[in-house]
């Protein structure tokens, strides 16, 4: 028995009881509809936790926050499954999978938290992290939030999954999916996302399905076929996997021995993972696991930026969707699900929103890949809209900050050999605003195979 084990069967910390509570109207415990919103009034369902605020639920279990920190901790050196994922190490915050169940795990989570210092630099603050959810097993945060769903979709019985998606939510349900034996069936829009992901989803065993439409649309039709068929949606509405996104703040803390950073820095596309992020620092201060929050603030693209439009025009009153365009497809959504969450955590938590333009987009990407780190365009985001709330004064150059990197280098391939060519703005309206971006342009050299031509290019590039 590992000193694990014993640990655990000392404590026997039990489960949270967790409900489904309506953001809308606040029915606690309605059965959802098929597309998982709320019978009463449609609106978004959320997990909530009984008897937390009041200290009854963590430490009936036995448990207090320094408990809580070290079992936490301990489980890492574990060799059970659920305690290898770092998402599941967390489950006294999750909602609890029926007693004997093993959830669907790749042992998602343990990501890095990497210091950028030059990217610090070019956006003049001293203390800059990334939080790197490219590093879990299908590349991107969505498994973090994939694994509570997918377990929660395979205990209730259902053989299909299904999803809309610009890429990454296909290839992480798809994956989950295969490992849960459940099928799968992705909707994407037809030439809108990268090859990367397409081909992690038919590799992942999915039925893939590229519709004629954006991904407003593929949401629209899957929304219908939902209606129609017995299979269980895996969009970001699905409450649960808001619940495991939330373990990124959880080891985000962990990393940073459980002192707040001053703000964290999120991509804003459907704009569920801002909110899971969010509710995870209300959650852990309602705890007592952290004392203060840090300020959220969440970043889109110029051309896919309905929250910014919605803060900016309506004051957070109503959604103002957009029809988006942006070369960083992950994002490109302009009718966001969970834009009512997202607000409520820029509120509660006093963090801003910001846009940034496609060049803006490239540059950032290509200083953070110079780094040796490496993203995919929608997380680059985030360092483009930090150096403008730096210029804002929004951001203090002493504070720390942490940006959250969504997906993998390798998730967008093209995009970053276009850029590297010289391509990736070539002939668009953008050709003359992109001519910044030369100096961190390396086009690969076709040469003659002789060492004389290779020596020439070293001593070309100097020391
Ligand atoms: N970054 C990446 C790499 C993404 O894939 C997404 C969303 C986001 C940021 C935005 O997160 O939607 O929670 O605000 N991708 C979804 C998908 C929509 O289908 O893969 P969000």
């Not at 639920?57 to 050196?77: F, P, V």
């Not at 059970?80 to 169940?101: H, K, N, Y």
């Not at 999916?177 to 992690?200: N, T």
């Not at 820029?346 to 496609?358: D, F, K, N, P, R």
Request: glycine letters at 10%; aromatic letters at 6%.
């Amino acid at each position: 028995m590992t000193n694990q084990a014993t640990f655990e069967s000392k404590s026997k910390p039990k489960p949270s009881t967790s409900q489904l509570r309506c953001i809308g109207c606040g029915t606690v415990g309605g059965r959802p509809t098929q597309n998982l919103r709320c019978s009463a009034c449609g609106d978004l369902l959320e997990v909530i936790y009984s008897g937390w605020n009041t200290g009854d639920g963590i430490r009936a279990a036995g448990l207090d926050a320094a408990g809580l920190k070290s079992m936490w901790r301990e489980r890492r050196t574990s060799r059970l499954a659920m305690d290898q994922s770092g998402v599941w190490r967390f489950r006294e915050v999750l909602p609890a999978l029926a007693e004997g169940t093993e959830p669907i795990t790749l042992r998602e989570g343990n990501t890095p938290l990497y210091a950028l210092p030059s990217c610090a630099g070019s956006a003049g603050v001293q203390h800059l992290y990334a939080k790197h959810q490219g590093m879990n097993p299908t590349g991107s945060f969505k498994d973090t939030g994939m694994t509570v769903a997918a377990s929660f979709a395979r205990q209730q019985g259902f053989r299909w999954v299904a999803c809309a998606s610009t890429g990454n939510t296909s290839a992480s349900m798809a994956a989950y999916a295969s490992r849960g034996g459940m099928r799968s069936l992705v909707l994407i829009p037809d030439g809108q996302i990268s090859w990367s992901k397409l081909a992690q989803s038919l590799d992942y065993g999915a039925v893939t399905c590229q519709l004629k439409t954006d991904f407003d649309g593929c949401m629209r039709v899957l929304n219908e076929v939902v209606q129609r068929m017995p299979v269980y949606l895996l969009n970001s509405v699905n409450p649960y996997r808001l619940e495991g996104q939330k373990t990124l703040a959880l080891e985000l803390m962990e990393q940073f021995d459980w002192k707040v950073p001053d703000h964290v820095i999120v991509p804003g596309g459907n704009l569920a993972n801002s909110s899971a992020i969010g509710k995870a620092f209300l959650e852990m201060k309602e705890l007592g696991l952290i004392c203060n929050l840090p300020k959220i603030s969440i970043i889109q693209a110029e051309g896919a930026n309905p929250l910014v439009r919605t803060v900016r025009e309506t004051g957070g009153k109503t959604l103002v969707p957009v029809h988006a365009e942006t070369y960083a497809t992950a994002i490109r959504i302009g009718n966001p699900a969970s834009w009512k969450k997202a607000l409520r955590v820029l509120q509660e938590t006093s963090g801003t929103v910001e846009q940034v333009s496609e060049v803006e987009i490239a540059l950032a990407k290509a200083e953070i890949g110079a780094e040796g780190i490496g993203c995919e365009p929608a997380s680059a985001v985030t360092l483009a809209g930090l150096k403008k709330l730096v210029k804002q004064g929004f951001v203090k150059s002493q504070e720390a900050i942490v940006l959250v990197l969504t997906g993998h280098l390798l998730k967008d391939p093209d995009f970053t050999l276009k850029f590297h060519r010289g391509d990736l703005f070539a002939g668009t309206a953008y050709e003359k605003e992109s001519r910044v971006l030369a100096p961190q342009q390396r086009a690969p050299l076709v040469l003659e195979p002789t060492a004389d031509a290779v020596v020439r290019v070293l001593e070309k590039a100097g020391s």
